[in-house]
């Protein structure tokens, strides 16, 4: 077929169904659907492997540098097969660079891939972890690598923006995946913290537009691993950037008490952002329609826009003093977290070496009260509590 000339999609499309009929369990659809041309599948492990080494060599390499994200279901259907045919190579445990060319070709279909294509299970008593998850990172890896040189060539070409829009879709298209599978895998057990924050870190910035993917997958992690020390949570908790949280995810999270206290603050911080922004943009939406209603004044119609303009001022003006208060409230609290944990740094050495727990209850006690924070761990009091009983006057009973 190549020597007569014909497309290398053509070839790749022939290939894979080829590989559907021929490699058990590779194929959704059916057992060797048309069997008149399929080839009987091989008996042994060795001439499966074989065959599977083969097929992946064969696989043309213009359709690497060619594939772009096209949303499709002909995408989809190309990365699950070439997903399938990764987990086959894992169980046969073929050569290096047949695995290592087959995962550089479906990180050209990346972008069109789904989250169960990503869930390969690891098959090696070395690793710890439920799935490979060190094989999806080499994806990814091999991903970016190929969307750089990509961007080089086209500022090299001088071409269009259209090519750089393309990236730019599919890029936020990995981001939503890695978020969903990170949201998958985060019940793993053995998953350590490390490796899930370079999987979080493996994209850029521009991948995601709102990292409210990404907070649900750290709220997983940490719910599924309370056994953290602080400075993991920490770590965990600092991939997320508080700035690109939509204003209902920061409200969460400034309320989340599985995320640390730091991290709180933070949150509360930015959710005074969000609704200062939101503020704004209400203040900027009123003087629009205001201005709009008094240029639109024709006639018999002039009463009626302004009785609707001045119903939806009164309204707005509703929202922006509710907001405002808000606002107050959160500066309050944000002032009073960061004067408690100035005065928890500066004398927690000291209550340490003395040996006053309930400073920290009293804390813990006032940060619930304050801000609604529940925190799971207690202080108890080493000594046990004593009752002291009053005692009963003498009953003097009257004389009839």
Not at 277 to 292: F, H, P
Request: charge should be negative; include cysteine.
């Amino acid at each position: 077929m190549k020597e007569r000339g014909v497309g290398p999609e053509v070839v790749e499309g022939a290939i894979i169904a080829y590989a559907k009929r021929s490699i058990p369990g590779l194929s959704r659809s059916g057992r060797h659907a048309g069997g008149g041309c399929a080839a009987a599948p091989p008996s042994s492990d060795s001439e499966q492997k074989a065959l599977l080494e083969t097929i992946i060599a064969n696989l043309p390499e213009e359709t690497i540098k060619s594939t772009v994200h096209t949303g499709t279901t002909m995408g989809a259907t190309t990365a699950r097969v070439l997903f399938g045919l990764l987990r086959t190579a894992s169980i046969l445990h073929a050569s290096e660079s047949s695995r290592d060319m087959l995962e550089r070709r479906i990180a050209a279909r990346l972008p069109d891939a789904a989250v169960d294509d990503l869930l390969i299970p690891s098959y090696s008593y070395l690793v710890e972890t439920l799935y490979d998850v060190n094989c999806v990172e080499r994806v990814v890896r091999f991903f970016l690598e190929g969307r750089d040189a990509d961007e080089c060539d086209e500022e090299e070409g001088g071409e269009a923006e259209t090519p750089g829009r393309e990236t730019s879709r599919a890029m936020v298209a990995v981001g939503r995946l890695m978020d969903a599978y990170l949201g998958e895998i985060a019940t793993d057990a053995n998953l350590k913290p490390d490796k899930f924050c370079d999987l979080a870190w493996a994209l850029p910035d521009s991948a995601r537009v709102y990292d409210d993917g990404l907070y649900r997958a750290v709220d997983i992690y940490l719910k599924a691993h309370p056994g953290l020390s602080e400075e993991e949570e920490e770590k965990v908790s600092g991939v997320v950037d508080g700035r690109k949280l939509t204003l209902e995810a920061c409200t969460h999270a400034a309320q989340n008490e599985r995320l640390p206290l730091r991290t709180v603050v933070q949150m509360l911080f930015f959710e005074q952002l969000q609704l200062r922004r939101a503020i704004a943009r209400t203040i900027m939406a009123n003087e629009g329609s205001g201005a709009a209603a008094g240029s639109g004044e024709d006639g018999g119609d002039s009463d009626g826009a302004r009785r609707v303009a001045a119903r939806g001022n009164q309204m707005l003006r509703l929202d922006m003093d509710s907001m405002r208060n808000r606002v107050q409230e959160l500066e309050r609290e944000c002032t009073s977290m960061r004067k408690a944990i100035e005065k928890m740094d500066r004398r927690g050495g000291a209550a340490a070496e003395m040996g006053a727990p309930s400073a920290e209850g009293r804390w813990g006690s006032m940060v619930t009260k304050r801000f609604g924070c529940k925190f799971p761990a207690q202080v108890c009091q080493s000594q046990q509590r004593t009752v002291v009983a009053r005692p009963r006057r003498p009953r003097i009973e009257q004389s009839p």
